[in-house]
């Protein structure tokens, strides 16, 4: 079993500043990307920001230049988001492809996700 746990969450208002912490735990033999995604209601789940394993970032276009995203070891993301707008009001999840033994297929898991609420 593989548990993504994320933290960070908060209210904040527009302009400040919040960091997400996601720490993967449990079988894991190596993870590939980590990324963030986020659901504002009434929303589909859109794709935030991604960084593999070897330190490459992407990021979706509605936060280039203000969400930074940064591996802490094998198994810990950030995502450091600055500049806030309250249209990146939503719930923020954690996904990882995690390789639970040596030759076994990647398989992708979730966190329970985190609200971020940005007030205007």
């Known amino acids: 079993q593989v548990q993504l746990v994320e933290s960070g969450g908060g209210l904040v208002q527009a302009g400040g500043s919040l960091r997400l912490s996601c720490a993967a735990s449990g079988s894991i033999f190596s993870i590939n990307i980590m990324g963030w995604y986020r659901q504002a209601p009434g929303k589909q789940r859109e794709w935030v920001a991604g960084i593999t394993s070897g330190g490459t970032t992407t990021y979706a276009d509605s936060v280039k230049g203000r969400f930074t995203i940064s591996r802490v070891n094998a198994k810990k993301v950030y995502l450091q988001m600055n500049s806030l707008k309250p249209e990146d009001t939503a719930v923020y999840y954690c996904?990882?492809?995690?390789?639970?033994?040596?030759?076994?297929?990647?398989?992708?898991?979730w966190g329970q996700g985190t609200q971020v609420t940005v007030s205007s």
């Open positions: 996904n990882a492809e995690v390789q639970a033994t040596y030759g076994m297929e990647y398989v992708g898991y």
